[in-house]
């Protein structure tokens, strides 16, 4: 159980009365209720129900639902349909109306505010930790407003819009002002806010809330909303009570939370770690164990080198028998003989073969056609971005040019199979194998394997590369690995069908270390 589910049941059991025993000596809600209707009554609010009263009683009327709402309502007003879950015989269900004042604040209105600037309280100033006035705003009240739109000490105040019913207690000793994104209850008989706090967070959490709210888009729980809400109500003693277990137990449950999160990072950490120690004994060798009738790398980098010479690459120097120069490396690949043992970071099986990555694959970036140009957007052909990398197969790609643009840019339709990198910034490294035929932009570098080289077998050793791509980017604000720094990194080649093994372990492995 997490803390977030720890908090909401110790708050379900408080508010159905469950958390304290209840005491015959306290009194009971019924009796509250009366001595709410005296002091209302005191102020000069409910003259208008009791005359509905009296006029009822005579005529055995029954108050509206318009009535209720504006007038407060008898407990015997509320329906069974209407109450959320069952509470202690000394405890009734009340409206808001009955036991406290809720009125919104004041509109805001450049052109037809009046007054002196003053500050005043909006949505972002109540937060669940209570009130934040780091951001506190200001607009024009004239001096008639001051008692209608101001906040007290120990006031309520609920979030109308965005979040709403997120809510806090005002617990400054100066008064303050306040805006119509907010509701102000305001309670009779020094009932206990925090109570009603709590009440509001189950709610909240049981989208009580939510299912009171208007709105498609943004909920708004309006004055009407929240007025029509059943509350429930135990005696004064009985609230000071719940509210001082509740307050013993919420350090207990923050610590709960402190701990959990830090559980959290150390599984993510070890989660983390193993699939590293998992791709990297992948790519040593260890992971599965050879077998000699698949053959070796060797022969499988010389079937690729002939292949490679068949469609006219490497000819030339094939035929001179030349060496190639670092820049013809960097853009056709390498010859094995070009790796010195110094380059060579781990031991691998003798049946593996260390090569570079241009030698395994065709490896292209891709270009940004001119915004400026219409023509060259909004066609048929995917274009991909690097922010559309997932570290995984590529389905779809928002984002697509013409058949102009591919023509007239330096591009490449990338078949479906292509394993992706991004070359650039924040997201070096990140990964995608291509399901769809798709071309880049330039911060994206797409290889389309040879014969003999699994895909996804270059997905996870590039995956296990990552940082070493990360510290070998250059640049300053926009760092990058570029495709000539790719295609000369080493990779640890096995036989084919080792290949495939190493990956199907690999993806057999990988789902269980997100579940540490």
């Known amino acids: 159980m997490t803390a977030k589910d720890l908090k909401n049941a110790l708050l379900q059991e408080a508010v159905q009365g469950r958390l304290v025993p209840q005491i015959a000596s306290e009194g009971n809600a019924r009796d509250l209720l009366e001595e709410i209707r005296k002091e209302k009554l005191s102020h000069g609010l409910d003259l208008r129900l009791e005359a509905s009263l009296a006029i009822n009683a005579k005529s055995g009327k029954k108050k509206s639902k318009k009535e209720t709402a504006l007038a407060g309502s008898n407990p015997c007003d509320i329906t069974e349909d209407e109450i959320p879950f069952e509470i202690p015989e000394n405890w009734c269900w009340c409206r808001i109306t009955d036991i406290a004042t809720c009125e919104l604040g004041k509109t805001k209105d ?75 209850v305001r309670f009779f008989c020094d009932l206990n806010p925090k109570f009603y706090l709590y009440v509001f967070h189950v709610y909240k959490a049981n989208k009580i809330l939510t299912e009171a709210s208007k709105g498609v888009t943004i909920q708004h729980l309006t004055g009407a909303a929240l007025k029509e809400l059943c509350f429930p109500l135990p005696p004064l003693a009985e609230q000071k009570r719940i509210v001082a277990a509740i307050e013993k137990f919420m350090p207990l449950i923050e610590e709960y939370g402190k701990k959990e999160t830090q559980l959290k990072a150390i599984n993510e950490k070890i989660g983390t770690l193993t699939k590293k120690a998992i791709l990297q004994e992948a790519v040593q060798g260890k992971l ?40 013809e490396t960097a853009l056709a690949g390498s010859n094995p003989c070009d790796i010195t043992e110094d380059e060579i970071p781990f031991d691998i099986p003798e049946n593996w073969y260390w090569c570079r990555l241009g030698e395994i694959g065709d490896w292209k970036a891709g270009s940004t056609p001119s915004r400026s140009n219409p023509e060259l957007y909004n ?14 197969d590529i389905n779809e790609i928002p984002e697509c040019i013409s058949k102009k643009a591919l023509e007239s840019c330096s591009m490449r339709l990338n078949p ?22 798709a071309t880049t932009n330039q911060a994206c570098c797409a290889c389309v394997p040879y014969n003999g ?9 590039l995956m296990s590369q990552k940082k070493d791509f990360t510290e070998k980017a250059e640049g300053g604000a926009q760092p990058n690995i570029s495709r000539e720094k790719l295609v000369v990194h080493l990779l640890p080649l096995p036989p084919y069908e080792e290949q495939k093994r190493i990956v199907d372990t690999i993806e057999k492995i990988l789902p269980l270390c997100k579940k540490l």
């Open 288 to 327: 599965v164990p050879q077998i000699a009738s698949e053959g070796n790398a060797r022969d499988l980098l010389e079937e690729i080198r002939k292949e490679r010479l068949s469609h006219g690459l490497d000819f030339a120097n094939a035929k001179s028998g030349k060496r190639k120069s670092k820049k």
């Open 453 to 461: 080289i699994y895909n996804k077998y270059l997905f996870y050793y």
């Open 416 to 437: 479906i199979g292509s394993v992706l990198i991004a070359m650039y910034g924040a997201t070096i490294g990140k990964l995608g194998i291509l399901k769809i035929e």
């Open 110 to 184: 450049a052109l037809k505010n009046k007054g002196e600037m003053k500050d005043y309280l909006c949505s972002i100033n109540i937060q669940e930790e209570g009130i934040d006035l780091s951001k506190v705003k200001q607009m024009k009240f004239e001096a008639s407003e001051y008692e209608r739109y101001t906040v007290k000490k120990n006031d309520l105040l609920i979030c109308e819009g965005g979040d709403a019913g997120r809510c806090a207690i005002y617990d400054r000793d100066e008064p303050m002002y306040y805006q119509n994104a907010l509701h102000r």
């Open 379 to 392: 066609g048929n052909i995917p274009w991909l971005k690097t922010g559309d990398l997932t570290d995984g």
